[in-house]
């Protein structure tokens, strides 16, 4: 099994940063894609951002330019770091990993972290 715990979260006013990490753990043998995901009382998840295990980035439309994605392979860890934050991010940011548990199988799995709460308030 794998865990992905999620950190950084909090409440930030409107122009403010926050730095979300993400750590793996468990049984992992290698990590394909990483993402952030979002999810909005009454929205439903939308992808935010992703890494591929050679840091190529993808960012959705409407946080290009604020935010980073960035990931240490060393520690299975994932990073958002976000600036400029608007009332509309506030959301639950989620962590989703691509695991390869053993080297005896080329088999992935999707894998999610409980999420971590951002708040941005004016």
């Known amino acids: 099994q794998v865990q992905l715990l999620e950190s950084g979260g909090g409440l930030v006013q409107p122009g403010g940063s926050l730095r979300l990490s993400c750590v793996a753990s468990g049984s992992i043998f290698s990590i394909n894609d990483m993402a952030w995901y979002r999810q909005a009382p009454g929205k439903e998840r939308e992808l935010v951002a992703t890494?591929?295990?050679?840091?190529?980035?993808y960012y959705a439309d409407s946080v290009k330019g604020r935010f980073t994605i960035s990931r240490d392979n060393g520690k299975n860890t994932v990073y958002l770091q976000m600036n400029s934050l608007k009332p509309e991010d506030t959301a639950v940011f989620l962590c989703?990993?691509?695991?390869?548990?053993?080297?005896?199988?080329?088999?992935?799995?999707?894998?999610w972290g409980q999420g971590t709460q951002v708040t941005v308030y004016s």
């Open positions: 989703n990993a691509e695991v390869r548990g053993t080297p005896y199988s080329s088999s992935r799995r999707n894998y």
């Open positions: 890494i591929t295990s050679s840091s190529r980035t």
